[in-house]
């Protein structure tokens, strides 16, 4: 099944575990109080990555466009339309997006444009102050998701801030300090589910930080600040950095 296809049947069947894997977001489970948590955390979330722009990058930013990538259910989409004018969420789930939309509607946010993505991101037109996404590429081969990431880099304006996270190891590789043993698939996929109602593949691919590097310098990026994550072993580093 191909990632694309595995999102949009948790789009369907599962949406919200399937952007925080806790089983009280589970769609048989999840009520009033456990959405608002899921929602106050993006709101936390959002909170956290402007103060950490403000004090590393940017002492004054104030993003007026903002594409959130993978935006999933509008978790971060949500605060995000209450500090900008203009919002974009893109993602490739039509499920992901109608569910994002009801909860824009609901809070009754209509600065936030909701678009379907592709690997040439050809929704997408102008360029952004805020490009954000996290816990996102991970799920995305390397191969598309490098160049993903190249092209997100594009579409930043002059002096528009980037604030991505993407996973470079697993806490089990600690014996070859973090590179997989050479004998390992280059894609993570777990064994297949056994059953027609099991969840749909999650892969978490590691990607390599020179090539991201590497694509960022090419990019004019001067520098940048990274915070490292662990989201259960996969490591991860949340990097955010400006555009000349």
């Not at 971060?76 to 009801?102: C, H, N, T, W, Y």
């Not at 002059?158 to 993407?166: E, P, R, S």
């Not at 280059?186 to 694509?215: G, K, W």
């Amino acid at each position: 099944m191909s990632t694309d296809i595995a999102w949009e049947e948790w789009g369907r069947r599962d949406p919200y575990f399937g952007v925080i894997t806790d089983p009280k977001f589970r769609s048989g489970r999840i009520d009033g109080d456990a959405k608002r948590e899921f929602l106050a955390s993006g709101e936390s979330h959002v909170h956290g990555v402007l103060s950490t722009i403000r004090k590393h990058i940017d002492p004054g930013f104030a993003p007026r466009t903002v594409l959130d990538f993978g935006c999933g259910v509008g978790r971060l989409l949500l605060p995000f339309a209450k500090i900008a004018e203009d919002v974009v969420g893109l993602d490739v789930s039509p499920s992901m997006l109608q569910e994002a939309r009801q909860n824009c509607d609901e809070q009754q946010l209509h600065n936030v444009r909701l678009l379907r993505s592709d690997d040439d991101l050809s929704t997408l037109t102008g360029d952004f102050d805020l490009i954000h996404s996290c816990i996102v590429l991970q799920h995305i081969p390397v191969e598309r998701g490098r160049t993903l990431f190249s092209k997100l880099l594009q579409q930043l304006g002059a002096g528009g801030v980037g604030a991505i996270q993407l996973t470079y190891s697993k806490a089990r590789f600690a014996s070859t300090y973090g590179l997989a043993p050479p004998e390992l698939p280059r894609v993570d996929t777990s064994t297949p589910p056994a059953a027609a109602d099991a969840d749909p593949l999650m892969q978490m691919n590691p990607y390599n930080l020179n090539e991201i590097l590497f694509l960022m310098q090419r990019r004019g990026i001067l520098q940048f600040h990274a915070e490292y994550t662990d989201h259960g072993g996969e490591l991860g580093v949340f990097l955010f950095f400006q555009a000349a």
